[in-house]
């Protein structure tokens, strides 16, 4: 069974970058396309980049500029680099995996921006 565990959350002043990864269990990782998402309580979720397993990437237009997402095969991890981070930023992000019908989620970290 595929599990999720996003982490490396936490409070970042304006301006400042955090990393997050996503750290993911089963074999299908190297072949799903994986993503990382954000909520904002009383909002939809927003997606904000994926990478494919050959690590073709898309972004937001909100953050193209600003995050950075990657993996590693061998480890079974995403990661999101977040630089020049807003209070805008401040929400719940969460991983995704997509593999043809297959969909999950990790349970979230919370990133807040804040001086």
């Known amino acids: 069974q595929v599990q999720l565990v996003e982490s490396w959350g936490g409070l970042v002043q304006p301006g400042g970058p955090l990393r997050l990864l996503c750290a993911a269990s089963g074999s299908i990782f190297s072949i799903a396309v994986m993503g990382w998402y954000r909520q904002v309580a009383g909002k939809q979720r927003e997606l904000l980049a994926r990478?494919?397993?050959?690590?073709?990437?898309n972004y937001a237009d909100s953050v193209k500029d600003r995050f950075i997402i990657s993996r590693d095969n061998t480890k079974r991890t995403v990661y999101l680099q977040m630089n020049s981070l807003k209070p805008d930023d401040t929400a719940v992000y969460y991983c995704n995996l997509k593999l043809g019908e297959r969909e999950l989620w990790g349970q979230g970290t919370q990133v807040t921006v804040s001086s």
């Open positions: 990478i494919t397993s050959g690590r073709l990437t």
